[in-house]
């Protein structure tokens, strides 16, 4: 069962501008949400995390925004840089319980 | 180093034999977790210990998989009978509670089944 959904599997963006990335999820029970950064050959790399408690975190460049009653995340990176290129995954998990994971996106950020 | 280490980070087998990998997770945590991940996908949960106990292996996928951390550090991945489509990369991660705490990975280990 998906209960992280990342859509949009590849995302392109010129250098400067912002990305923003999009999660959406169906497990009611899950209050806490990460997102992830993966490089090829090594293991995904804590970003930013949001509790359910809120509905904004942010952290330098990068902004996770909640919306809890569409079951929504999104990440926004301002302004864009080139190495931020990679692929993003988003994340959740309920109290006490394992950690489920969106199927990724691949962001691009062009010179 | 401090981060999660993972042994191999290849392995190379053939279709109905035994392998193991070995996850060293980051000193201090409790929490330790094993994904599998195949190409275009993101990490697929297999199972969580917490400490010595498995918490959650509802992700397994049938028993020829099975994991152990029996000092509640250490942990092994064990899949018996490998198959062709076993092929992903194996992930593990420690998180310092397991609730509401991010999850550090390792770098994984590639599982090839020819």
């Known amino acids: 069962d998906q209960q992280v959904k990342q859509n949009s599997p590849s995302l392109s963006v010129q250098e400067g501008r912002i990305s923003i990335l999009n999660c959406d999820y169906t497990n009611s029970m899950f209050d806490y949400f990460l997102w992830y950064k993966k490089y090829p050959a090594e293991g995904p790399t804590f970003l930013i995390s949001?509790?359910?408690?809120?509905d904004k975190n942010e952290d330098g460049r990068f902004t996770v925004f909640l919306n809890k009653s569409a079951k929504h995340l999104s990440l926004h990176i301002v302004p864009s840089q080139p190495g931020d290129s990679a692929v993003y995954f988003c994340a959740a998990s309920a109290t006490n319980n394992d950690m489920r994971f969106g199927a990724g996106t691949r962001l691009t950020v062009k010179p | 180093g401090a981060g999660v280490s993972q042994t191999p980070s290849n392995k190379v087998t053939e279709k109905g034999k035994y392998v193991e990998l070995r996850c060293d997770p980051i000193s201090g945590h409790t929490a330790l977790y094993w994904y599998r991940q195949s190409l275009g996908q993101g990490p697929e949960f297999l199972i969580y210990f917490q400490g010595t106990g498995a918490a959650d292996d509802s992700g397994l996928p049938n028993d020829r998989f099975f994991a152990v951390r029996p000092e509640g550090s250490v942990s092994t991945l064990k899949i018996q009978r490998t198959e062709r489509g076993d092929s992903a990369v194996y992930l593990c991660?420690?998180?310092?509670?397991?609730?509401?705490?991010?999850?550090?990975f390792g770098n994984g280990t590639r599982l090839t089944v020819t």
């Open positions: 949001i509790s359910s408690i809120k």
């Open positions: 991660a420690s998180s310092l509670t397991g609730n509401n705490s991010p999850l550090h």
